[in-house]
């Protein structure tokens, strides 16, 4: 039998103590399936008097996560304290440098670092794994990195981010407001106390730029992403999209287009009988349409201590029996640079929610404005304003009614410069609503 494998692990939270456990309940079965025994010898976290619940007496400690990240006693870093900068960017900078195997979970510091990163580890000859850092449980690195290597890759999109996928569900089931739905996701652990990071996109911009990478065997490029949160998400907006046949869901894309690479993170409009309409609560998922294959939709668990663990431990099972892939499926020099496509040039069919004042010419203007700028639309519709009172006849004259329009494939520059036309013919009360409509199969 091989020599054990020893892993120091920075960071004992959520993700650190569960992978803990695992290693620690599991220990046969673990042998068995790596090849050797994978012993947790030394950890590092903030503080050393805390109550983790797991078992720590045979296990060294450093206060500091780099010098556990250089240390002799260690095969594999295991970076589980999150942070793009600081002692996460720090202690896996120094692991390879040292020669350490690294498997980190840390999103952001592969959006913001991944290429550098994967260059260190080839210099140094070691694995930089990263399963767990985009869509938690589900083992989609793996799949795009090795599985579908006999592809080529058009489109990956995903639903990335659990926390903005519980909420819309319940607004959905429910006809819950945003608010009242946060304010749960927070009670229930699913959203931290400040939310903006999940419900405003970024998280799942993050691990949009890794899978973009990985698609398209391109540098990483965080920054190009354009980014839309769903917090603008009403219950009217959900309720016309179940009426026209979508459900509305916030979608990761990146997609090859004539221009370059387009990466997008905005609440979507998806056919209600696409796999992916079909992903609620909690859940993620991932589909790649790859030129050979088709469609591929992974879907399960993209966060939670024991499940992110799970896709850590493949990680280190992989470097335990010596399987290695180039950290972004192909070398770091091998990569090409990222060719942004710009959103206003992006096509697709667009859900359009005004408010429109009864007035005379009011819907001419708008078909006008939509017509000028080449915009067919499939459909129209014109809801009932809300009657505010009991009193009979009083329909409220002058109020603006809701107005839906779903628009023919289109481009964003031509909708946005329609909608400032329409604003500035006085026509509508508020600032327009509009989602993006995703081609599905
Ligand atoms: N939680 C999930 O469901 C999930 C899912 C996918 C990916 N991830 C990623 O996994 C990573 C860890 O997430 P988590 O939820 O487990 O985080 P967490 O519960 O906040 O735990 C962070 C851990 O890092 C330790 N730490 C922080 N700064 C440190 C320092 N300077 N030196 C040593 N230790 C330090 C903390 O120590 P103390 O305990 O002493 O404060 C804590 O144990 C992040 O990159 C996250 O994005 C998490």
Redesign the pocket.
């Known amino acids: 039998m091989a020599n054990d494998l020893r892993l120091g692990v920075?960071?004992?939270?959520?993700?650190?103590t569960s992978l803990v456990r695992i290693i620690q309940n599991k220990a046969h079965a673990l042998e068995k399936r790596c090849g050797r025994r994978v012993v947790v010898t030394a950890v590092?976290?903030?503080?050393r008097d805390?109550d983790?619940g797991i078992d720590l007496c045979d296990t060294e400690w450093f206060?500091?996560?780099v010098a556990l990240a250089e240390s002799d006693g260690i095969d594999v870093f295991v970076?589980?304290?999150?942070?793009d900068s600081?002692?996460?960017e720090d202690s896996v900078r120094a692991a390879l440098k040292a020669g350490k195997h690294v498997v980190?979970?840390?999103?952001?510091?592969l959006a913001r670092h991944g290429v550098e990163l994967a260059r260190s580890a080839e210099a140094s000859d070691v694995s930089l794994n990263y399963e767990?850092?985009v869509a938690?449980g589900i083992p989609i690195v793996k799949t795009m990195r090795e599985s579908l290597a006999g592809n080529d890759v058009t489109r990956v999109y995903g639903i990335l981010n659990g926390t903005c996928n519980y909420i819309l569900t319940r607004m959905e089931r429910e006809g819950l407001a945003f608010a009242e739905c946060l304010a749960d996701a927070q009670r229930l652990g699913y959203a931290e106390a400040d939310p903006t990071f999940d419900i405003e996109g970024f998280d799942a911009a993050h691990k949009l730029a890794i899978l973009t990478s990985l698609a398209f065997g391109c540098e990483i490029s965080a920054d190009s992403i354009y980014v839309e949160g769903i917090t603008s998400i009403t219950t009217a907006d959900i309720q016309a999209a179940d009426e026209l046949g979508y459900r509305i869901k916030l979608l990761g894309v990146a997609q090859r287009t004539d221009t370059g690479i387009e990466q997008r993170v905005h609440p979507t409009m998806v056919p209600r009988s696409s796999a992916i309409a079909r992903i609620d609560g909690v859940l993620n998922a991932v589909a790649v349409d790859g030129d050979a294959v088709g469609e591929v939709v992974l879907a399960g668990p993209?966060?939670?201590?024991n499940?992110?663990a799970s896709a850590v431990l493949a990680d280190i099972a992989d470097i335990s029996r010596g399987d290695r892939a180039p950290t972004l499926g192909k070398p770091a020099d091998e990569l090409e640079p990222y060719v942004r496509a710009r959103m206003r040039k992006h096509e697709g069919g667009y859900y359009i929610r005004l408010s429109v004042f009864d007035r005379p010419g009011a819907f001419a203007t708008i078909a006008q404005e939509m017509a000028a700028h080449n915009i067919s639309l499939e459909s129209i519709v014109q809801r009932r304003r809300a009657i505010k009172s009991d009193a009979p006849g009083d329909s409220h004259p002058s109020e603006p009614a809701p107005v839906i329009l779903i628009t023919y494939e289109t481009t964003e520059e031509a909708i946005k410069e329609a909608l400032a036309a329409i604003d500035a013919k006085k026509v509508i009360a508020d600032k327009p609503q509009m989602i993006r409509i995703e081609k599905l199969t």
């Open positions: 920075a960071g004992l939270g959520t993700v650190g590092s976290a903030r503080s805390k983790r206060d500091d996560p970076e589980l304290m999150g942070g600081g002692p996460a980190t979970a840390n999103k952001a510091l767990a850092a938690g993209g966060a939670g201590g499940a992110t």
